[in-house]
């Protein structure tokens, strides 16, 4: 017979797992809503992330976070750029350097694609307290760096993931 605490532990594990799931089935759906495929919708999401952490990523970093190798990321940024939805730019600091912008396109399809998640998400919060909320944020952020870090143990070369706490990016 397993211990309450255990039983908790279980229940929270499946509902994690579940709502990876549920998310996953959305982020498809909202692909094929806004049209791109999931590498660009990752590469936008991660790019609209970035003035919050590091207001200038580079092509280099976008593609080391993906798991992209070089050529993969000059395709993606490639087939972004000519659909406006980002900008290749010179370094502020460093002009040997090409770091990557998202453009307002791409915060439209971004609201287009995730918009209605967000929403969804905020109207489920509300009935939380703040008490409640602080609480959430502190299991959520534990939960992603245990995620990020066992997916590491499973292929070190594989997408780092970038996510930052508080900000449902694209």
């Known amino acids: 017979m397993n211990s309450p605490h255990a039983d908790r532990v279980l229940r929270v594990t499946q509902l994690v797992r579940a709502l990876s799931t ?32 590091q207001p200038h990523l580079s092509a ?34 460093d002009r040997r350097k090409v770091v990557v912008a998202v453009t307002d396109s791409a915060m439209e399809t971004g609201r287009h694609a995730f918009g209605p998640l967000q929403d969804a998400v905020a109207a489920a919060l509300a009935r939380f307290d703040d008490a409640d909320l602080d609480a959430a944020a502190s299991v959520m952020a534990a939960l ?7 997916s590491e143990e499973l292929h070190p070369s594989a997408p780092q993931g970038g996510r930052t706490e508080g900000r449902a990016g694209l």
């Open 60 to 93: 280099g970093e976008l593609g080391e976070r993906l798991g992209l190798s070089p050529s993969a990321v000059t395709a993606l940024l490639d087939r972004l750029e000519s659909v406006g939805h980002v900008r290749r730019l010179r370094h502020p600091d």
């Open 22 to 53: 549920s998310a996953g089935i959305y982020a498809a759906r909202a692909r094929v809503g806004v049209g791109l495929p999931r590498s660009d919708l990752n590469a936008l999401s991660l790019l609209s992330q970035a003035p919050d952490v």
């Open 144 to 150: 992603l760096a245990a995620i990020d870090a066992a």
